[in-house]
């Protein structure tokens, strides 16, 4: 007994019947959903053909991607997450025999101040039929497709070490100057941000503590040790 099929079209509104070129199909794409003639052969009775065509779906799989990473950096002023953090990637959901990779092309934090972020990774997905496949609720089609996933992150403060240089003043009976300028960091600080220096209501003769204090929109980005000078 075989049971074969042709499509139903604008040329075959009806079952065709013995003009038909009929055909033994593997049905397996979901490509291949539709509405089908069929007919049924053997060899110890009649052909059956069919008065009603039959439908034929077939459901696409969801596939998954999961990364595997360390979504951590120092701030660096951007939001770039670099792609050797990511040390491997699982793609699932594909069916037997079906092998779809997943290559990470970009990477991104939804913003680039310390905190905890969001990291969005875009992939590119590549495999021989991907049109059996859906992500993130939405089909795909091909044989490769952009693909995001959203990952958890965090930036942390840069660490800095401020070092004041020790200043001198002749008492004038009026508080010290302080020379504001008289300040290093390690390493460099990324952004522009203010350093005010003081040393107090100091005004009479003796050694006195220059202490300094920071300011600007981007000083929560930094993680501060102050070495103070006198």
Do not use: C, M
Not at 116 to 126: D, G, W
Not at 139 to 157: F, H, M, N, Q
Not at 170 to 196: C, H, M, N, R
């Amino acid at each position: 007994r075989t049971v074969q099929f042709i499509p139903k079209d604008e040329n075959h509104q009806s079952n065709p019947g013995e003009e038909g070129e009929w055909d033994t199909i593997e049905f397996k794409n979901v490509s291949q959903s539709g509405e089908y003639w069929w007919r049924v052969t053997a060899s110890n009775h009649d052909t059956v053909y069919g008065a009603d065509a039959v439908t034929i779906n077939i459901d696409p799989l969801a596939l998954e991607v999961t990364p595997e990473l360390n979504g951590e950096k120092v701030y660096d002023g951007t939001p770039d997450f670099e792609l050797s953090k990511i040390s491997g990637t699982e793609v699932t959901g594909e069916a037997d025999g079906e092998t779809v990779t997943a290559t990470a092309t970009s990477a991104v934090y939804d913003g680039k101040d310390e905190g905890e972020r969001k990291i969005t990774i875009t992939y590119t997905l590549s495999g021989a039929e991907l049109s059996n496949y859906t992500y993130g609720g939405k089909r795909l089609s091909g044989t490769s497709a952009e693909v995001t996933v959203e990952e958890s992150g965090k930036i942390t403060a840069k660490p800095i070490t401020v070092t004041i240089a020790d200043q001198n003043d002749t008492y004038d009976g009026e508080p010290a100057e302080i020379e504001q300028d008289k300040w290093s960091a390690s390493p460099k600080f990324l952004d522009d941000v203010s350093i005010t220096l003081s040393a107090g209501n100091a005004e009479n003769a003796g050694t006195h503590t220059i202490t300094g204090s920071v300011s600007g929109g981007d000083r929560g980005n930094y993680d501060i040790k102050w070495e103070t000078g006198t």
